[in-house]
């Protein structure tokens, strides 16, 4: 499989050229991968923030100053606004990808992230969230703060999927093939080990995320990979016969990354139903919902898959059709530049 492509030679780029508008695109090697949260907090935010430091000298010191600037991370907006303020770029406004709120434990915790976020929130002019939910209840949680909330769905673009469609792979059916399962955010692997301990299915969790395991009992036909990225990863993924994503949380974005994978491999798919999945996905067409934490529930959809192979073969084609047609990277770029162009609409023309 090939090697990462430059940030100017990816789909992401190629849409933005077509776009016509002027940008800059800026890149670096950021990796933060974790099994434990301490290591995010010790570690990962400091190497984020200078990250973010380095790329907003970067950007605001350009010519022509950029009228629009599009970041992935709270830590992110913090940097370009101390930025934006030190050069005095404060006609620049600041659009933040894919924000989501999560509830801690304790009343006090969860009071300090919300006037935290407020603040952050008064510093951008847009916020992107992945779901029609999130984007209703944080306008409301916020209301005041400045940004418009909006909701984009989440999109990829596979680097090597060609090369795996044109692989040797053997052909994987219900007779050879396993589950796989993967992700770490809002995950319920408790309900799954429970739904296939002891099972003939042969399962596998790709979770770098020791918390997001605990309490899961161990079988012998459960293989755990903590250590599987990239190119592995996807390898994984495209020699599965089925996907199966088990959700915990119902009013946030989770499992969409997993769920837009597999659509563009044109996998079967069964994941817990919620509020948000069902803006990604319809029950029945282009895979199977099943309800939260019912592990028999689970199991029997994934049955079905196997037993039904001409079943398992039209939500492939479906879930692959969706992906076509929803949640590409020229779909989802096509999104937010109507939102960027809603807020400036000067955005990426001349000066």
Known sequence: MPSL??????????????????HRMFSGKLRLRYKFRLWLI?????????????????????????????????????????????L?????????????????????HNYLR???????????????????????????????????????????HINGLDAL???????????????????RSGRDYRTLFEAFRFSNHQVRVVCDYAAALNGCRPSANIEVYDHCYGEAYLKQLWNAYCVVIPLAVDDISAGQMVLIQAMAMGKPIVIT?????????????????????????LREAVDRLFKDQQLSKRLGTNAESTYSSRFSIPVFVSRLLQEIKIIDPRAGQDA
């Open 42 to 86: 010790l570690v990962g935010w400091p190497t984020i923030a200078l990250y973010g430091l380095r790329l907003a000298f970067k950007s605001l010191t350009s010519t022509p100053v950029p009228r629009v600037i599009v970041v992935y991370s709270h830590i992110e907006v913090l940097m370009f606004s101390a930025v934006r303020l030190f």
């Open 5 to 22: 492509p430059r940030a100017t030679d990816t789909p992401l780029a190629r849409c933005m050229m077509d776009s016509g508008l002027q």
């Open 114 to 156: 919300e006037k935290y976020f407020r603040f952050i929130f008064s510093l951008t002019s847009l916020v992107v969230v992945h779901s029609q939910t999130e984007a209703k209840r944080y306008a409301d949680q916020f209301e005041g703060c400045g940004p418009r909330f909006v909701f984009i769905p989440w999109a990829t």
């Open 165 to 183: 469609r044109t692989s040797n792979e053997p052909k994987v059916d219900g007779d050879n093939g396993y589950i796989l399962t993967a992700g």
């Open 273 to 297: 139903g919620t509020t948000t999945t069902a803006e990604y996905l319809t029950d029945g067409y282009d895979g199977l919902c099943v309800p939260a934490c019912d592990p028999t529930a």
């Open 88 to 108: 005095r770029r404060q006609q620049t406004k600041i659009v933040l990808m894919g924000f989501i709120l999560t509830t801690r434990r304790g009343r006090f």
